[in-house]
Nanobody, 115 residues
């Protein structure tokens, strides 16, 4: 079992920045990819960014050039640095971790960008 816990959400004005953290506990030796997803009201949950244990990254087109995903394997923590935030980035952001054949979701953290 892996338990991801998100933090760092909040309210920010358009153009501002936030950094989200996802700390994983439990069977952490088995964690491979860590990713960030988001879900806005009335919309489907979508991938924002993901990073493998080896550091390979993948981003949604809508956040390329603005968001950066990183991880500290020693701390079993993934980060999402979000710059140049837009009102359309408003959503609940979830951390998802993969360990072997299983995946685990965090509870989510709210990000609200005001115009």
């Amino acid at each position: 079992q892996v338990r991801p816990v998100e933090s760092g959400g909040g309210l920010v004005q358009a153009g501002g920045s936030l950094r989200l953290s996802c700390a994983a506990s439990g069977s952490i030796f088995s964690i491979d990819t860590m990713g960030w997803y988001r879900q806005a009201p009335g919309k489907q949950r979508e991938l924002v960014a993901a990073i493998t244990s080896g550091g390979n990254t993948n981003y949604a087109d809508s956040v390329k050039g603005r968001f950066t995903i990183s991880r500290d394997n020693a701390k079993n923590t993934a980060y999402l640095q979000m710059n140049s935030l837009k009102p359309e980035d408003t959503a609940v952001y979830y951390c998802r971790t993969w360990a072997g054949q299983y995946d685990y979701w965090g509870q989510g953290t709210q990000v609200t960008v005001s115009s």
